[in-house]
Nanobody
Framework: QVRMVESGGGLVQAGGSLRLSCQAS????????MGWYRQAPGKQRELVAS???????NYADSVKGRFTISRDNPKNTVYLQMNGLKPEDTAVYYC?????????WGQGTQVTVSS
């Protein structure tokens, strides 16, 4: 059974930083494209960043230059370094493969940015 465990969220002031981690119990993790997603209250879940097995990355326009996705394949872990946080980054953050698989969603980790 695939399991994603996200951690690292919290409450931070605007301009601050957080580093999210996601440990994925997924076979052949190293070969999977992984993504960080977020869902703000009243909004649809959206892709924030993705990273291919070889390390190439893509970002949503709203986070480019502020967020960095990375991965540690031996640890089956993907990270999201978030700098320059803004109140509009407030959301529950999830990791999943990209494209996402519905059965893979974990509990997520709450990020709240105060102004």
């Amino acid at each position: 059974q695939v399991r994603m465990v996200e951690s690292g969220g919290g409450l931070v002031q605007a301009g601050g930083s957080l580093r999210l981690s996601c440990q994925a119990s997924i076979s052949i993790f190293a070969f999977k494209t992984m993504g960080w997603y977020r869902q703000a209250p009243g909004k649809q879940r959206e892709l924030v960043a993705s990273i291919k097995s070889g390390g190439s990355t893509n970002y949503a326009d709203s986070v480019k230059g502020r967020f960095t996705i990375s991965r540690d394949n031996p640890k089956n872990t993907v990270y999201l370094q978030m700098n320059g946080l803004k109140p509009e980054d407030t959301a529950v953050y999830y990791c999943n493969t990209f494209p996402a698989v519905n059965n893979n969603w974990g509990q997520g980790t709450q990020v709240t940015v105060s102004s």
